[in-house]
């Protein structure tokens, strides 16, 4: 963390008021504020537009030579096609009410980080080029005519939002910058202008199925290896299907799980708990991807890289889908699947098969959240659970944005860890629920390059944690989002030392009870479970 001004460095924020208009404040670009651009070869096999090498600090960016016609009849399409973008547009008032919601104002002080800002950037070219006031008065109607500045400031603050959604939940008009966001994003995409944290990860999706670019044998490897780690701590030997035809269920989570720490432990939760209820299911090395990229990219790449997990599910024979701990795959799943690709009527409502309960708020989609199912099944009684295992573990919740404020889950989570763990706290109530404040890495920003920016925008999550640690001693932050759990243990280490991220599935196999398991001394991370320090030292 060195490379970073330290916490009370950064925590010196300015707040004032600009001498001058932002119209008149040119973007400045400097390490840390924004992410690498996508490399031509990633551009190239995707076919999009003009792949070259640049970088957002050059002055020339090397846009095609007619990219403000390119821009414009980019700008014209999607007006005409979505009636939610041309009204976004319209109807701001300028109230503020979303002014100081963000959580990259909160955490840097720049006026264009303001939500209403962020989206007079589009809405000055708009007013410009399709307005009747905005081409006859000009800036006087708050229209500005489209230059390459305008376009590199798109650059800088369209990938300085991580489509989080905290600002509309203020807006009285329901205005949804998020998909401003997108918009803005889909029409730097046609002059070339993205980023790599994003495309190369579409990239490998497209090709292998996962972010990670992950093969089939590789993935088969992975699981494999961390049923080893499964035995060595329980003494259960698990041998989980892999591309099962028939099988009732198709699980599918993101890959990022697979991979990294602390999010393997959540892998290996879910592996445990379907061996415990001998679910009839199967993973697939070829949807081995929940998360969905797409989403940050455009609405056509969003359609295909979901339409494979439901193609996967009918070539298995499947009934239905379990979903894992993701964020943006839920935001993909319940905004946009039935519009896109549903509804997915080759399938059946999902039904557990433990207590028989339907989900019929999953007959569109088919796809049922696992935190729905494992909620669903403690309170059925199915689940032995033994939360003394997690009795170090003074744990809160950080409620992703996507499936807080996209979808609604809001009880299922808190009411799993109430069970799986003795001490939960919540952090204060402007931080979480449908208000929480992002991780600060959403929206295909989690890359390390943009890390002093992801750490300003974390400062108000960071500072809830920080207080119910000082306040009841939390040492765990639990979460049901890989992103998260990618980008919170950094964000920890720097507001809230002491801190560590865990998922849901963790906590809950931890204190699950198998049947035949051995004297359990450690738990998933194989720390010694409380009351087996001294053995472990022996
Ligand atoms: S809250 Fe809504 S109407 Fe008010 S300034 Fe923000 S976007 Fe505009
Ligand atoms: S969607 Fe989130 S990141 Fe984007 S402007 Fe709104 S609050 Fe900020």
Known sequence: ??????????????????????????????????????????????????????????????LPENWKEIITEGFRERLDKYRSFKIFMDVCVRCG???????????????????????ELLRSIYRGDFTMAGKILGRLAGARKLE??????????????????????????????AEITM???????????????????????????????????????????????IETVTGVRIDPPLNRKGAEILFITPSGDIFADPGIYTFMGYLILFHYLDLDYTWSTYASEGGNFGLFTSDKMMKKLNGKMYHEAERLGVKWILGGECGHMWRVINQYMLTMNGPANFLQTPVSPITGTRFDAAAGTKMLHITEFTADLIKNNKLKLDPSRNANFKVTFHDSCNTARG????????????????????????????????????AGLNNEEFMETRLRGGLP???AVKYVRDTHGVNTLA??????RATLPPLCDYWAPGVGV?????????????????????????????????????
Not at 32 to 40: H, L, W
Not at 410 to 428: G, Q, S
Not at 513 to 537: A, H, I, S, Y
């Open 1 to 62: 963390m060195a490379k970073y001004p330290p916490p009370e460095e950064l925590i010196k924020i300015n707040y004032s008021t600009p001498p001058t208009s932002w119209m008149d404040v040119p973007p400045e670009f400097k390490p840390g504020n924004f992410s690498y651009p996508a490399k031509p070869d990633i551009l190239k096999y995707l076919n999009f537009p003009n792949p070259r090498v640049w970088s957002p600090m050059d002055d020339d960016w090397k």
């Open 148 to 177: 390459t500045d305008v376009v590199k400031e798109w650059f800088l603050y369209f990938y300085q939002c991580t489509e989080c959604r905290r600002c509309s939940l203020f807006c009285p008009y329901g205005i949804d910058t």
């Open 183 to 229: 918009m803005a994003r889909e029409l730097l995409h046609l002059v070339g202008c993205n980023i790599n944290w994003i495309l190369e990860p579409v990239a490998n999706c497209n090709r292998t199925g996962n972010h990670l670019g992950i093969q089939p044998h590789a993935f088969k490897d992975m699981v494999e290896f961390l049923c080893e780690d």
């Open 461 to 463: 999550r960071g500072n």
């Open 407 to 442: 979808m609604g889950i809001l009880e299922e989570p808190r009411y799993i860890l109430k069970n799986v763990v003795p001490e939960f706290y919540e952090m204060p109530d402007n931080t979480i629920r449908e208000q929480t404040f992002c991780c600060g890495g959403g």
């Open 97 to 119: 009410a979303c002014a100081d919601k963000c959580h990259f104002f909160i955490g840097g002080g720049d006026p264009k980080n303001m939500p209403v800002l962020r989206a």
């Open 479 to 484: 979460c049901m989002c890989a992103i998260d």
């Open 502 to 538: 865990s998922g849901i599935h963790e906590l809950v196999s931890n204190a699950l009870v198998l049947d035949g398991e051995k004297k359990r001394t450690m738990d998933l991370r194989q720390n010694p479970l409380p009351g087996f320090e001294d053995e472990e030292e022996e």
